[in-house]
């Protein structure tokens, strides 16, 4: 193909649209923008919140003002001011109907795909944490799960209703000060979801969130925490999408997993935020730390993850594989298109006896993106046949994007097995040739033979969620032809 | 054996430029007993340049072993490949550094890179960190890393005919090594494996 009729179709792909790009037009309520003390007292009031979580907010917030951001990442961060952020905004609530749910945020996420209404959907498939901005608007099917003993709720639900488990597992896999990033959400994180699976249950439906970001000059600070305690099992999936705007707008969330013995966590992630415009404008920076604690023995924590969206993306989803015997995975398929960049990947820390991990990683870049995994895979010397492998392929389209590996393996186990591979390469003339002469065209042939690349990965998705990563990765990369 | 000039295999470190249709082979070798801060950069500056780059560590006891190589393609058509092993045992540790750079532009670049190392003890330690950096996209690039231990049933099988554990042994970090000894003088290859009796 020429240069320029593939100039013609990377500018189709990179003007077609973002669809969840609208905004609700909703009353809202907002505490004045900026980050002190006072802040963090007012949001905490806000959500009438106890003295020790004030307290826990407030020693996260000292935390953070001595830390610096990080620079070690392969991306061009503009600097954020944190004064001219709003950190709390919310729907305002209709004091005559209190249980329910305002039409407008409902109409909301029924254009987004999101069922809040129990009775529209097949019983048994979802159940639905929306967070919209700083709060959680409903979750539905509750009660179904809390006869089998599943708590499933918002974050500041779980903080009234259930004050001593969130008391015991807040901030056990993420300290306050781990990073930057994970102590400012700790001083102002707003809502998120709560997730309880008590002994031997096993989930009878996905439970998922879905996270919307509408109000301008706001940024979104989730804080999710799952615990599934001995023997259960549960599959927990999250979506999020943005209003396009010029502005950028900050998501700095803090996933915690804990997994005790024989327990299974399955954990997915279709990222959509809004990636920027073709000139590399607005767009969502999302800074997020995720990790997963292996605790007891035998237990299981799987990642899976699809990142489309945001004009930066910072995220390392790990495991720490404490107990004998437990296991994790991580299955990613990141695509950065325009000026779309992606510092993404995973951390696996053996420190149990016979653990094992597994790392697949797909980058796709276009456009003047820049891609890059960044792993880290440690064997403490008490993991004793510690077993990982990981395969981190990256896929390049077009001449003016890169792609880029930085995995770190650091043993101190003589009987651990270590393994890594990487490649990179573009999609070749002969996969296009032949399926050109076929009779399929080159946009749809990118797009077979990218569902084909990161097939391994898509195939691990719960179904609702499978169809949706599919069509975006078809959208995210349109003609993009190399 | 490649076209153009041909450098002649040198041991150590250093900055190297490799010109238009030059070919460049560097090994070199750690022995026991030696603790290094290696650094070798290699800059590929001339259109059909060609690299490959071999080493071997061997740190039984209690060195200290750092290796930094990066390889720079500033310009298409040029080919680099890179091979590394280890062996580490005692309280040595080695960390390894090595990173491919592939600058916009430099298209029909292709490059390779491998380490891998054998942990032998407890208390030694092996930090490997292959890094791609890549701004074309006509290239051929890929890097893998392991690190590990002998394997069990190769052993079983030698002794099984009578071979002794520790010639047993021997032979497989011979064989492991191979692929990077194979250039090597008669007299450097044997330097290795009377080493390697102290690897034990």
Redesign the interface.
Known sequence: MNREEEDRIIREATTSEYKEGFVTDVEQEYVPKGLNEEIIRTISARKQEPEWLLEFRLDAFRKWRKMEMPSWAHLDLPPIDFQDIIYYAAPKKDADRPKEIDPKLAETFEKLGIPLNEREVLAGVVAVDAVFDSVSVTTTFRKTLAEKGIIFCSFSEAVREHPDLVRKYLATVVPVGDNYFAALNSAVFSDGSFCYIPKGVRCPMELSSYFRINARGTGQFERTLIVADEGSYVSYMEGCTAPMRDEQQLHAAVVEIIVEKDADVKYSTVQNWYPGDSEGKGGILNLVTKRGLCRGEGSHLSWTQVETGSAITWKYPSTVLLGDHSSSEFFSVAVTNNFQQADTGTKMVHIGRDTRSRIVSKGISAGRSQNSYRGLVRINKGAQNARNHSQCDSLLIGSACGAHTFPVIRSANPSAVVEHEATTSKISEDQLFYCNQRGIGPEDAVGLIVNGYAREVLSRLPMEFAVEAQKLLQVSLEGSVG | MGHGRYIAPAFGGGVHTVGAGERLVLDFVILPGQSQDLRVEVDLVGEGAEVTLRGLWLCPADERVSVTVRVHHRVPGCRSSQLFKGIVGGTASVRFDGTIIVA??A?QTEAYQENH?L????T??????????????????????????LNEDELFYMRSRGIPEADARILQMISFLSPVTANLSETQKADIESALSSML
């Open positions: 916009p532009d298209q190392n942990l032998l003890s407890e030694a330690l092996v930090e490997t960190s292959p890094q791609l950096e890549i701004y074309a996209d006509d290239v051929k690039c890929s890097h893998g890393a392991t690190v590990g231990r």
